[in-house]
Each structure stands twice: as C-alpha cells, then as structure tokens.
C-alpha cells in the first residue's frame, strides 16, 4: 500500500478557506464556521488518500496544467495536482464562478 501522501496548500488556497469561513462568520454563524473550517481541511486532506478519484479539470485554462477538480459540499471546488509526490491544492473556488 501506498504511503498517504504530503498535502501542501498553496497561499491562495489558505486564503480562499479563510475568506469562506469569515463569509459565515460575518453571517451570524461564528459555531458553523469552526465547523465548516474542519470540514473543508478534511476533505482538502482527504484528496491525498485517492488523488485520481476527481477528474482532471474541464476549464481549458487548468486542464492544460494537468490541475483536477475535487467539488465539495455542492459549492465549492479543490483545484490541485501531484507535483513531486506531494498533493498541492492551488485554490479552493466558489462553483458558480467556474465557467466551463
């Protein structure tokens, strides 16, 4: 079996997860937010495990990059790749703004 491997989120995906968690917060919802927090940095982890599971992304700009996208929870996407044997999550992307 093969080793899980490293994650690495790049400085935009870092922001993007912070943005999203003080949307809710800022929203009345600061018990959800810690919540939401944990869940999206589960599954951005969780990619590790079976990174060819997600697709190669359909947007030309990223699939020429060989990026794949990972939808979370219906409204979001991971956009990552193997580099180097590591798992390197580049953004985390609201899907409405995801034009195929």
Request: glycine share 2%; net charge positive.
């Amino acid at each position: 079996m093969e080793a899980k491997k490293e994650i690495i989120y790049r400085d935009k995906a870092r922001q993007s997860i912070l943005n999203i968690v003080i949307y809710i917060e800022l929203n009345g919802y600061p018990e959800n937010a810690e919540k939401f927090l944990a869940r999206l940095i589960e599954f951005g982890n969780s990619l590790a495990i079976l990174p060819d599971k997600y697709p190669v992304c359909i947007k030309q700009t990223l699939a020429k990059r060989n990026l794949h996208c990972a939808v979370f929870d219906i409204n979001y996407i991971f956009i990552y790749k193997i580099v180097n044997k590591r798992l390197v999550i580049y953004n985390v992307i609201n899907a409405r703004t995801y034009n195929i």
